[in-house]
């Protein structure tokens, strides 16, 4: 079993950047893939990013290519988000994931474990 607490989320402009945190309780934190996700109010939950194993291999969903970059310290057992240039559009719910693969994935089920998410809004 897999614990996984986000944290970080919260209000900022537009052009702002926000970091989020994935705290994981697994002791083998680095055997998982992680992704990211996020759910807008009356959307349905969608990728943004995933990160392998080792952290050597990145994904991005194109709506935040360019802008946004995930990174793991597997000696902390936690992922992070790092959200720049950041658009009212961005405004959700984010999630981090769990896998037990070394790859990662953009499809929601793949994933076995999830946080409670933690809400980033983005004004204009």
């Known amino acids: 079993q897999v614990q996984l607490v986000e944290s970080g989320g919260g209000l900022v402009q537009a052009g702002g950047s926000l970091r989020l945190s994935c705290a994981a309780s697994?002791?083998?934190?680095?055997?998982?893939?992680m992704g990211w996700f996020r759910q807008a109010p009356g959307k349905e939950r969608e990728f943004v990013a995933t990160?392998?194993?080792?952290?050597?291999?990145?994904v991005y969903a194109d709506s935040v290519k360019g802008r946004f970059t995930v990174s793991r310290d597997n000696a902390k057992n936690t992922v992070y988000l790092q959200m720049n240039s950041l658009k009212p559009e961005d405004t959700a719910v984010y999630y981090c994931?769990?896998?037990?693969?070394?790859?990662?994935?953009?499809?929601?089920?793949?994933?076995?474990?999830w946080g409670q998410g933690t809400q980033v809004t983005v004004s204009s």
């Open positions: 994931a769990a896998r037990p693969t070394r790859s990662g994935s953009s499809s929601l089920s793949h994933y076995d474990y």
């Open positions: 697994a002791r083998t934190f680095s055997s998982y893939a």
């Open positions: 990160i392998t194993w080792s952290g050597g291999s990145t």
